[in-house]
C-alpha cells in the first residue's frame, strides 16, 4: 500500500474520493424489523433507501485498517427505527471504532453469550466496539446519522447470523422517546 488521503464531508458524509458505495434498500431487510405488516406496506408504497456506506478499500490483511463513513437516513417502520443490518466480524476477535459526526441514534450491540448494549450517539461521541460483539447503528433522529468507522482489514462480515436469529434488542419510539425494548422474534425466524 502506498499512503493515501479523502476527505469526509459534514455533514453529508459524502468520502471523496471512495472506492466503493454501497447502498441498502428496505427490501434488502426482510425480516429484521418487527412490525412485518408495516414493512410490507411501506414496500408497496416504494423502497425506500435506509443506508449508505462509502468506503476506502484497503487489503484484507490484520496490519491494515478498512475505514470509512456510513449515512443512516431517518425513518421509521412501525415504531422501529431505521438501522443498518449489522452484523459480527468474520473474524470475531477483530474490533472497530465509530465517531459519530452529525444526527444522532444508537450504536446496538450484544456478544453470542447474551450480554448487550446500546451507546448513544451524539455529535463528537466515539463508540468502541470490543472483539466479538455484533453491532448495529440506529438513527433515532430526524436528520442522517454519519458515522466515521475503522476497523481492521482482515476483519470480514458475518451477516447470516443476525439474519437468521436478530438482535436481542430493538430501539423503537415510545411515548416520543427512543427506548431499547426485547425483540420478540430474536433466536430464529427473526
Ligand atoms: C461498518 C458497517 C456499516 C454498514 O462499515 O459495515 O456501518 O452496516 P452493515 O455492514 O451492518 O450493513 C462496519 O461495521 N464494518 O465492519
Ligand atoms: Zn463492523
Known amino acids: 500500500m502506498k499512503p493515501f488521503a479523502s ?3 459534514i455533514p453529508t458524509g459524502q468520502l471523496q474520493p ?3 458505495h454501497v447502498t441498502r434498500r428496505l427490501s434488502s431487510m ?16 416504494g423502497d ?28 421509521r417502520v ?30 446496538v450491540l450484544e456478544t453470542a453469550e447474551g450480554e448487550w448494549a446500546a451507546e448513544e450517539f451524539v455529535p463528537g461521541r466515539i463508540v468502541y466496539v470490543p472483539p466479538f460483539w455484533a453491532h448495529r447503528s440506529v438513527n433515532a433522529g430526524d436528520t442522517d446519522l ?9 476483519a470480514g462480515h458475518d451477516y447470516r447470523t443476525i439474519e437468521e436469529r436478530g438482535f436481542r434488542k430493538r430501539l423503537v419510539e415510545k411515548n416520543g422517546a427512543p427506548t431499547v425494548v426485547d425483540n420478540p422474534h ?5
Do not use: I
Not at 38 to 44: G, K, P, Y
Not at 50 to 61: A, D, I, L, M, T
Open 7 to 9: 476527505t469526509l464531508l
Open 18 to 20: 471512495h472506492s466503493q
Open 30 to 45: 426482510r425480516g429484521q424489523y418487527a412490525d412485518l405488516a408495516a414493512f410490507e406496506r411501506m414496500l408497496e408504497q
Open 48 to 75: 425506500p433507501l435506509v443506508y449508505e456506506v462509502f468506503e476506502n478499500q484497503v487489503p484484507s490483511r490484520p496490519g491494515e485498517l478498512a475505514h470509512g463513513t456510513s449515512v443512516v437516513h431517518p425513518g
Open 78 to 107: 412501525g415504531d422501529e427505527y431505521f438501522m443498518t443490518k449489522g452484523h459480527f466480524h468474520a473474524v470475531p476477535d477483530t474490533a472497530e471504532v465509530y465517531h459519530c459526526l452529525s444526527g444522532q441514534g444508537f450504536m
Open 146 to 154: 454519519v458515522l466515521f468507522f475503522a476497523y481492521p482489514g482482515n
Open 186 to 190: 430474536w433466536g430464529g425466524g427473526a
